[in-house]
């Protein structure tokens, strides 16, 4: 019944319009991640080697997820079809990938995605929903252009959930290759800042952490998929 | 120039309300700074529920009793440095106050970035007691200026209504603007112009007698004696003038939960707290709260 069930969803899932299955590639190689133009969580700047994989171009939408939860009710501040899926909690965004057969990115992956093929250090506004009052509320996830991987709204419009456990000073040890986060922890890390953050909380470098049970009417995630390196997930 | 003392409506004497001590380092204080202007234009304030005709019993508040400094300085709310009150006057010690900056913005005739050391206005010393929404109060000497005089220099447009403070952005120094990220950081407060107009309302750069502690909101914050202490803005790194009414971090955050006047009322519920008592920090007894927190004669009539 439970595989009935799963393959039903997947299904619904993958003839729904949904953005989901609209992924970009970000290819093989290093970046800096973190700054040392933070707190001790972000320093130091390092380099890190990924892997090829693919990330979903949009935040996954209220459309995309009542598909795959029927009794989700979207927050006043996020509640058109597109706007960004927000109060999910990191159990319930982990499930949404994976019956896509998909993940959640790992927070090295997310910072890779958001500061682009040039390594940006700051926010471009153009790119970017945030610094707004609290009653602006979200946009459609396609609303403003992309980023120079092709991905929307890395920065601003809803924070976003990532794979990893939080440690604050895991860049001190983390691996130069593929890092996957602590193997355990009390905290995820969450990304990218709201409409309402300003600019500070929407740099690329920047790092928070919520418990993984938590719902927030600011927090969405989007999916990620391992590349032919890794031979796919 | 000469100074003319004349007693407002909330006013006693200094000498009913001020120890000795705290009155002679006052008058050092106010003799010394120079970042204020003369200290000799200097009018000094208090309050009386005798005088002024409040309903208040006189053995359930006594306000020849200044709240020790000790206890005010060691009982801060002051969520950018954490939620602990009795570790805030350690953790907001890494704020620094020098070279601070006020921006001045919207509706206003010169937008400009005033230099706090540069401001020069006659002070005063006014002894006021602040309401916290939590149920608690205190009874403070503040130095500094009526906040009209900073509008007037300001001079905001005929359309501006309201006027928004927003403080400093500093998640490095500050970790709670860091850790509760969810929040609309910078911490904003907003006021009617004609509440901010009113002679009560009061910029404060000096606590008993001395500047402003870091954990008190130095080196410049408001201080609204007949509303809830979170309207009392610390820290003030700019101000805008507008014509609707602003967002809040509070009324943001939960607009059914706290409204833009949070005028403190006893019959009112607010937040999280019945308001009908408050408690004395460093006291055991509890107080009736009054309403508009026993400035009514000075304020109701704003609210009519």
């Given at each position: 019944?439970?595989?009935?069930?799963?393959?039903?969803?997947?299904?619904?899932?993958?003839?729904?319009?949904?953005?989901?299955?609209?992924?970009?590639?970000?290819?093989?190689?290093?970046?800096?991640?973190?700054?040392?133009?933070?707190?001790?969580?972000?320093?130091?700047?390092?380099?890190?080697?990924?892997?090829?994989?693919?990330?979903?171009r949009?935040?996954?939408s209220?459309?995309?997820?009542?598909?795959?939860?029927?009794?989700?009710?979207?927050?006043?501040?996020?509640?058109?079809?597109?706007?960004p899926?927000?109060?999910?909690?990191?159990?319930?965004?982990?499930?949404?990938?994976?019956?896509?057969?998909?993940?959640?990115?790992?927070?090295?992956?997310?910072?890779?995605?958001?500061?682009?093929?040039?390594?940006?250090?700051?926010?471009?506004?153009?790119t970017a929903?945030?610094?707004?009052?609290?009653?602006a509320?979200t946009?459609?996830?396609?609303?403003?252009?992309?980023?120079?991987?092709?991905?929307?709204?890395?920065?601003?419009?809803?924070?976003?959930?990532?794979?990893?456990?939080?440690?604050?000073?895991?860049?001190?040890?983390?691996?130069?290759?593929?890092p996957?986060?602590?193997?355990k922890?009390?905290?995820?890390?969450?990304?990218?800042?709201?409409?309402?953050?300003?600019?500070?909380?929407?740099?690329?470098?920047?790092r928070?952490?919520?418990?993984?049970?938590?719902?927030?009417?600011?927090?969405?995630?989007?999916?990620a998929?391992?590349?032919?390196?890794?031979?796919?997930d | 120039?000469?100074?003319?003392?004349?007693?407002?409506?909330?006013?006693?004497?200094?000498?009913?309300?001020?120890?000795e001590?705290?009155?002679?380092?006052?008058?050092?204080?106010?003799?010394?700074?120079?970042?204020?202007?003369?200290?000799?234009?200097?009018?000094?304030?208090?309050?009386?529920?005798?005088?002024?005709?409040?309903?208040?019993?006189p053995?359930?508040?006594?306000?020849s009793?200044?709240?020790?400094?000790i206890?005010?300085?060691?009982?801060?709310?002051f969520?950018?440095?954490?939620?602990?009150?009795?570790?805030?006057?350690?953790?907001?010690?890494?704020?620094q106050?020098?070279?601070?900056?006020?921006?001045?913005?919207g509706?206003?005739k010169?937008?400009?970035?005033?230099?706090?050391?540069?401001?020069?206005?006659?002070?005063?010393?006014?002894?006021?007691?602040?309401?916290?929404?939590?149920?608690?109060?205190?009874?403070?000497?503040?130095?500094?200026?009526p906040?009209?005089?900073l509008i007037?220099?300001?001079?905001?447009?005929?359309?501006?209504?309201?006027i928004?403070?927003?403080?400093f952005?500093?998640?490095?120094?500050?970790?709670?603007?860091?850790?509760?990220?969810?929040?609309?950081?910078?911490?904003?407060?907003?006021?009617?112009?004609d509440e901010?107009?009113?002679?009560?309302?009061?910029?404060?750069?000096?606590?008993?007698?001395?500047?402003?502690?870091?954990q008190?909101?130095?080196?410049?914050?408001?201080?609204?004696?007949?509303?809830?202490?979170f309207?009392?803005?610390?820290?003030?790194?700019?101000?805008?003038?507008?014509?609707?009414?602003?967002?809040?971090?509070?009324?943001?955050?939960?607009?059914?939960?706290?409204?833009?006047?949070?005028?403190?009322?006893p019959?009112?519920?607010?937040?999280?707290?019945?308001?009908?008592?408050?408690?004395?920090?460093?006291q055991?007894?509890?107080?009736?709260?009054?309403?508009?927190?026993?400035?009514?004669?000075?304020?109701?009539?704003?609210?009519?």
């Amino acid at each position: 019944m439970k595989n009935i069930f799963h393959a039903f969803m997947v299904l619904v899932l993958m003839t729904s319009n949904v953005e989901s299955s609209d992924e970009a590639l970000i290819p093989a190689g290093e970046f800096v991640m973190g700054t040392d133009q933070s707190t001790p969580a972000e320093r130091p700047a390092h380099k890190i080697w990924l892997d090829d994989f693919y990330l979903d171009r949009f935040e996954i939408s209220n459309q995309n997820y009542e598909a795959f939860d029927p009794n989700y009710a979207r927050s006043a501040s996020s509640s058109c079809d597109r706007c960004p899926a927000t109060r999910v909690t990191w159990y319930e965004a982990k499930a949404y990938c994976k019956i896509l057969n998909q993940r959640l990115p790992t927070e090295a992956e997310w910072e890779k995605a958001r500061r682009g093929p040039q390594g940006n250090s700051d926010t471009e506004r153009d790119t970017a929903h945030y610094a707004l009052p609290v009653k602006a509320g979200t946009l459609a996830v396609d609303s403003l252009p992309a980023n120079g991987y092709g991905i929307h709204h890395l920065a601003g419009n809803v924070w976003e959930w990532v794979n990893d456990w939080h440690e604050e000073l895991y860049y001190q040890k983390s691996p130069v290759k593929n890092p996957q986060g602590p193997s355990k922890g009390l905290r995820k890390s969450v990304r990218g800042g709201s409409w309402y953050n300003v600019g500070w909380y929407t740099q690329p470098g920047m790092r928070f952490q919520l418990a993984p049970h938590v719902k927030l009417n600011s927090l969405g995630f989007r999916c990620a998929r391992s590349g032919q390196a890794a031979g796919g997930d | 120039m000469a100074s003319i003392k004349i007693p407002k409506s909330w006013q006693i004497s200094e000498q009913e309300v001020t120890p000795e001590d705290i009155y002679l380092r006052r008058r050092e204080f106010l003799g010394t700074s120079l970042k204020l202007g003369s200290a000799t234009m200097a009018a000094i304030y208090g309050f009386s529920p005798f005088t002024n005709g409040w309903s208040a019993e006189p053995e359930q508040f006594s306000p020849s009793t200044i709240t020790p400094e000790i206890i005010a300085s060691r009982f801060n709310n002051f969520y950018e440095f954490g939620v602990e009150k009795q570790e805030i006057w350690k953790s907001s010690r890494k704020l620094q106050t020098e070279g601070w900056r006020i921006e001045v913005g919207g509706l206003v005739k010169n937008p400009q970035t005033l230099e706090f050391e540069t401001l020069k206005f006659p002070e005063e010393e006014r002894i006021y007691r602040l309401r916290c929404v939590e149920a608690w109060s205190v009874v403070i000497p503040w130095i500094g200026f009526p906040l009209r005089l900073l509008i007037d220099k300001l001079e905001p447009l005929a359309s501006a209504r309201y006027i928004k403070f927003t403080t400093f952005l500093d998640p490095i120094i500050a970790p709670g603007q860091k850790k509760r990220f969810w929040e609309p950081w910078p911490y904003t407060e907003g006021l009617r112009l004609d509440e901010a107009r009113h002679d009560l309302t009061f910029m404060a750069t000096g606590i008993y007698g001395h500047p402003l502690p870091n954990q008190h909101g130095a080196p410049l914050r408001l201080v609204i004696p007949w509303k809830y202490g979170f309207k009392s803005i610390k820290s003030i790194a700019r101000i805008e003038f507008t014509r609707e009414e602003p967002e809040t971090f509070y009324t943001s955050l939960s607009p059914l939960v706290y409204d833009f006047d949070a005028n403190v009322h006893p019959d009112i519920p607010y937040a999280r707290w019945h308001q009908a008592f408050e408690r004395i920090p460093g006291q055991e007894e509890t107080v009736k709260t009054l309403p508009y927190n026993g400035y009514a004669n000075q304020v109701a009539g704003l609210y009519l």
